[in-house]
């Protein structure tokens, strides 16, 4: 590290020197980025040029002394490599004759459109050697997503479509368009004796696990639905956003703050019965992309019962990098909800009386791909917000063929969901 400042600081001395001599004034210093370098002189003039280049990115990081400026454009492209299926062995478990589902799994792509799934693909990184296993699922198909009151829906009307099968207007969560609640699948799992889980890598008071879980007139009551959170008490609750439960009331649970701490309790389900709570934080676009998987894994040990459970996995990315016209967090998000999906094939192999379903709420930045030479380009993007084209649905276990070669609207995926939950 040392020798890299040093050699910075000589690019830096020299860069300065010859910028400076042309320029008594040292006037192109203040056009350039204002940024994070320690105050120094320039030589030449005297001025100081703190503010006169812009970082020097290494893995992610401005490795400029106090500088905690994260590269906006960084992926690591990185997996442990522990989350790993083979072409073989998804297709063995997609052929499997599936049962009537005891578990049901609902899984979305949050602002995940049809072209990110090509993108990701072409762009091969990160992906597993034959590409995305999500490519591998036969049945297959479209959805709609438009809301109650809008063509092009939030995240918070889309959840509670895909929650309760009913419609509603933007920013409500679990609420009518009259703003009566609608009873949600994770409140009718729980009627059937079902244990329920929710995991995000957004904040758990988010408008997609909010939407599966409490009711609130709007998305943004943080304090609301953390408390309702906590009276609903999901039997496994994973996701980031520990500030808004500060000051609620976590003593029924067994709370974990960290990503190691979370991944401790994978094995402790005969120690301790008592539904789980589990925070982290982390910058989801440049995160390893194997993230989700593990805090699937833990999920998913933690529900198995007799009785079955509902889990809905959000991955969230693939909106924010939408929202930030990231390009390559769109795809490493892509990756990340892809890996969280073998994680989830690889417990069905185990528990063929398993439905997975897989969506999107909406798409988010308008991906685009155009003709000619590929490149990972932020102009891909045609809008830094949500659009109302059809989103992916799959399906693998008993009745999947169901969502086979059609366009269903998203409350037909909740509905069929519904009735999976009941038998
Ligand atoms: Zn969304
Ligand atoms: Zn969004």
Redesign the pocket.
């Known amino acids: 590290m040392k020798k890299i400042l040093s050699i910075l600081c000589a690019v830096l001395i020299i860069l300065s020197l010859c910028a400076c001599g042309g320029n008594a004034s040292c006037e192109h210093l203040e056009k350039q980025a204002a940024t994070c370098l320690e105050p120094s002189k320039c030589k030449a003039c005297g001025a100081t040029f703190d503010e006169a280049l812009g970082h020097s990115f290494s893995q992610g990081k401005c490795i400029r002394a106090n500088c905690n400026e994260k590269d906006p454009d960084w992926i690591n492209w990185y997996t442990s490599g522990e989350v790993a299926i083979t072409k073989a062995e998804a297709e063995e478990i997609l052929s499997i004759d599936f049962k009537k589902p005891k578990n049901v799994i609902v899984m979305i792509g949050?602002?995940m459109g049809p072209n990110d799934l090509v993108l990701t693909e072409k762009n091969k990184k990160g992906c597993f050697d034959f590409g995305l296993v999500l490519n591998l699922i036969k049945s297959t198909g479209f959805a709609t997503t438009r809301s109650f009151n809008a063509d092009v829906t939030d995240?918070a009307a889309?959840g509670t479509a895909l929650a309760t099968g009913q419609k509603t207007n933007n920013n409500y969560v679990g609420m009518s368009p009259e703003g009566k609640p609608i009873k949600n699948i994770s409140e009718i799992a729980r009627e059937m004796g079902k244990k329920v889980g929710i995991v995000t890598n957004d904040d758990i008071t988010g408008?997609?696990p909010s939407a599966f879980t409490v009711h609130n007139i709007s998305r943004k009551n943080y304090s609301e639905l953390a408390t309702s959170f906590a009276k609903f008490k999901p039997d496994v609750l994973i996701g980031q956003g520990y500030s808004q439960f500060a000051d609620v009331d976590l003593s029924g649970f067994l709370v974990s703050k960290s990503i190691a701490e979370i991944n401790s309790v994978l094995n402790l389900d005969t120690l301790c019965k008592k539904p789980f709570i589990g925070f982290f934080s982390e910058d989801i676009l440049s995160a390893p992309s194997d993230t989700l998987a593990h805090l699937t894994e833990v999920a998913l040990n933690r529900l198995k019962n007799d009785k079955g459970f509902f889990l809905m996995i959000e991955s969230a990315g693939t909106?924010k990098a939408g929202h930030n016209t990231h390009i390559k967090g769109k795809v490493n998000s892509v990756v990340t909800f892809d890996r969280a999906v073998a994680t989830v094939l690889k417990f069905m192999k185990e528990n063929p009386d398993t439905l997975l379903i897989i969506t999107s709420?909406?798409e988010t930045g308008g991906v685009a791909l155009p003709r000619g030479e590929f490149k990972l380009t932020s102009s891909l993007f045609t809008t830094d917000g949500h659009t109302n084209i059809d989103v992916r649905t799959f399906a693998v276990g008993y009745g999947a063929e169901y969502f086979s070669g059609k366009t269903v609207d998203n409350t037909d995926i909740a509905k069929f969901a519904i009735d999976a939950v009941k038998n």
């Open positions: 949050d602002g995240s889309s408008a997609t909106d709420d909406h």
